[in-house]
């Protein structure tokens, strides 16, 4: 897959705390993208689920998505599809308060 504008969209959207909005254009993405590249993506978007709910205060939800997060990205190298996602672990260990985002 070659870098496809829709992650630094998601990745824009995310940084700007749209973590709704991020997780829509990821998930577009999701459904067109190559078997091998769709759990990374995937990571993403349950990143952005997982803050999304902890807005909304549902803190079980929020750990279960952030699991399914750094299980799923923990299977793929730093700049997988030319994506910087290291400011989305950092957003998310700022917010959990804890260490080891993936």
Not at 62 to 87: N, W
Request: one cysteine or more.
């Amino acid at each position: 897959m070659t870098t496809d504008p829709r992650l630094a969209d998601g990745l824009r959207l995310f940084i700007a705390g749209r973590y709704f909005g991020a997780h829509e254009v990821w998930e577009h993405l999701w459904r067109e993208c190559p078997p091998a590249d769709r759990r990374f993506v995937q990571s993403l978007i349950h990143a952005a689920v997982a803050l999304y709910q902890r807005e909304r205060g549902n803190e079980t939800g929020a750990r279960t998505q952030l699991e399914r997060a750094r299980r799923k990205a923990a299977e793929y190298p730093a700049g997988y599809l030319g994506v910087d996602a290291g400011p989305v672990w950092e957003r998310v260990e700022a917010v959990f308060g804890d260490p080891g985002g993936g």
